[in-house]
Structures are given as structure tokens and as C-alpha cells.
């Protein structure tokens, strides 16, 4: 993920992955994808780079009427001390996290009744958008 000016022009890698998040502000651009996409040619000198992370999916879709998906998911990763940056769509939400805390999630997050449902990218296992889940909402 990186943060431009938030007067910066949209580049165009960052619409050319397969999963991005554009989001403009007052105070900034943030644009979240695979971290390849933003390296090289097209990145502003006075951008800020975080890499490492990964998505987990929730498998949805969920309706706009359906409370506590993401209420439920998140304390857990919280008490294990992940960090964690979430994101939603439409359908579904995803709960970025680093790479590192991958192992410990997953433990954390089936302690606490969500069940990993495989892989939402075709099973590309060095994809950093591949772990779905089920939430448990209650």
C-alpha cells in the first residue's frame, strides 16, 4: 500500500492490478495492491511505501443489513497484537494484515470460531489476496 499527495494524479499502475484500493481524501491518495505494482517507474518522490501485508478475505457477500462481520473478526486479531487495515466492498470485507502475523491470525482467528475456507484467487499460494474465511458472527 502506499499514500501520494493527495492532490497526485491517479497512476495508472495502480489500476492495472487485479485487486486495488483507491482511496482520495483532503489529506491524502492511498492506493492498496500487490506491492510489484507499486515500485519503479511512476512512483512521486514524496510517496510513502508499506509493504508485507496481506488480504484476508471474508467470504461474502454479506448484506447491507447484516451487523458485525467485521466486529467479529477483528478483536481477535487485536488481542494477539496484530495489526490489522481493513477494507470493504460491496460485497465482502478484507482485513489486511503482514505477512509475518499470518501464522499467528489463523490460529486466532479459529480460537475464535472463524473457519478458513481455502483460497479466493484460484490457490496461487504466493499471492498476498489468497485466504478466505467464513466470520463467525454469533
Known amino acids: 500500500m502506499c499514500r501520494l499527495a493527495s492532490h497526485a494524479q491517479i497512476p495508472a499502475w495502480a489500476l492495472e492490478a ?3 484500493c483507491v482511496v ?4 491524502e491518495l492511498s492506493i492498496v495492491c500487490p506491492e510489484d505494482a507499486c515500485t519503479g517507474n511512476g512512483m512521486p518522490d514524496n510517496k510513502l511505501v508499506e509493504r508485507g501485508w496481506l488480504a484476508l478475505k471474508l467470504e461474502g457477500p454479506f448484506p447491507f ?3 458485525g ?6 478483536p481477535p486479531l487485536a488481542e494477539a497484537q496484530i495489526p490489522i487495515f481493513a477494507i470493504s466492498t460491496f460485497d465482502t470485507d478484507y482485513v489486511l494484515i503482514k505477512r509475518d502475523n499470518l501464522e499467528q491470525a489463523v490460529t486466532a482467528l479459529a ?3 472463524h473457519e478458513k475456507v481455502g483460497q479466493s484467487d484460484g490457490g496461487r499460494a504466493e499471492s498476498p489476496f489468497n485466504r478466505a474465511f467464513t ?3 454469533g
Open 69 to 74: 462481520v467485521l466486529a467479529s473478526f477483528v
Open 18 to 20: 487485479g485487486f486495488f
Open 24 to 27: 482520495r481524501t483532503h489529506d
Open 111 to 113: 480460537a475464535a470460531g
Open 135 to 137: 466470520p463467525n458472527t
Open 65 to 67: 443489513s447484516m451487523t
